[in-house]
C-alpha cells in the first residue's frame, strides 16, 4: 500500500512563496498520474494541480493559474508545488494524491498552509 507524506507548509504573509513537498513510497509512484489538493474549514476538499506520471503535462485549476508550479522526480518519488503570489484564499491544509479518483491512495496528513492578509 502506499503511503503519502505532505510537507512544506507554513505560515507566509499574502504575496509570499512556499514549496510543498510529497514523498510517496512503493514502486508505482512513476507511472501514476498525481496531483495536490486542498481543503479549507468548512469546505470540501479540492483539486489544485495535476501532472502526468511523465511529468511533460500539467494542468491548475484556474484559481491558482499563474501562481502555482506542479512538478515531480519520478527518481526520488517526489512531487512538488511551488506557490507564488499567495493569498489569504490559499489558505487550507494541502495534500496530494492520484488524479483518478476512482482509486486514490490512503490520504496522508496534509500539510497546513496559512497566509496572512
Known amino acids: 500500500q502506499v503511503q503519502l507524506a505532505e510537507s512544506g507548509g507554513g505560515l507566509v504573509q499574502a504575496g509570499g512563496s512556499l514549496r510543498l513537498s510529497c514523498a510517496a513510497s512503493g514502486r508505482t509512484f512513476s507511472i501514476i498520474d498525481m496531483g495536490w489538493f486542498r481543503q479549507a474549514p468548512g469546505k470540501e476538499r479540492e483539486y489544485v494541480a495535476g501532472?502526468?506520471?511523465?511529468?511533460?503535462?500539467?494542468h491548475y485549476a484556474d484559481f491558482v493559474k499563474g501562481r502555482f508550479t506542479i512538478s515531480r522526480d519520478n527518481a526520488k518519488n517526489m512531487m512538488y508545488l511551488q506557490m507564488n503570489s499567495l493569498k489569504p484564499e490559499d489558505t487550507a491544509v494541502y495534500y496530494c494524491?492520484?488524479?483518478?479518483?476512482?482509486?486514490?491512495?490512503?490520504w496522508g496528513q496534509g500539510t497546513q498552509v496559512t497566509v496572512s492578509s
Open positions: 501532472i502526468w506520471s511523465s511529468g511533460d503535462r500539467s
Open positions: 494524491n492520484r488524479l483518478n479518483p476512482t482509486n486514490y491512495w490512503p
